[in-house]
């Protein structure tokens, strides 16, 4: 789909500027730099004010991002939980640090200050399924899970 297309589309609502990164988003995988100045233009909406919704809504990803998003929880019970050795173990693991995406696509990590199941914690997300009580040692696992077919 065309992005002049989905501005098109979401031009009538009373703040189209969301739903627009959204869909962009959702088809291109990130907000490229030329997309936001392209949106901006479009909407005539400052470059300043677009770039500042793409940043601060953790929905939106400024570079492209793995095909398995991980998420980790690291909000006070979490954290003392254990989550630090869960995010050490990761960063072993994958070879990459919050934020960053494996080299070979597969994977992005984050963490993230709550999630809102403390009791469960510490806890992670990979996609849409969430694991509680994690701990160093069930990491290798669910990670290979993900690696094989």
Do not use: W
């Not at 009538?12 to 969301?18: A, E, N």
């Not at 929880?73 to 070879?95: N, Q």
């Not at 640090?97 to 999630?115: A, H, L, R, S, W």
């Amino acid at each position: 789909m065309d992005i002049d297309k989905i501005i098109d589309e979401n031009k009538g609502l009373k703040i189209p500027l969301i739903p627009v990164l959204l869909k962009i988003q959702e088809i291109e995988g990130f907000l490229s730099e030329s997309t936001i100045r392209h949106v901006s233009r479009r909407l005539s909406i400052p470059l300043s004010q677009v770039f500042g919704v793409a940043t601060f809504y953790s929905a939106f990803n400024l570079k492209p991002s793995g095909v398995n998003k991980i998420c980790l929880c690291e909000g006070t019970a979490c954290h003392v939980k254990g989550s630090t050795r869960i995010r050490e173990k990761l960063e072993r693991i994958l070879g990459v640090k919050p934020g960053e995406t494996t080299k070979d696509g597969i994977f992005t990590f984050t963490t993230i200050n709550c999630m809102g199941a403390c009791a469960m914690g510490p806890i992670m997300k990979i996609g849409t399924e969430y694991f509680g009580k994690m701990t160093p040692g069930k990491v290798d696992s669910i990670i290979k899970e993900y690696i094989s077919p």
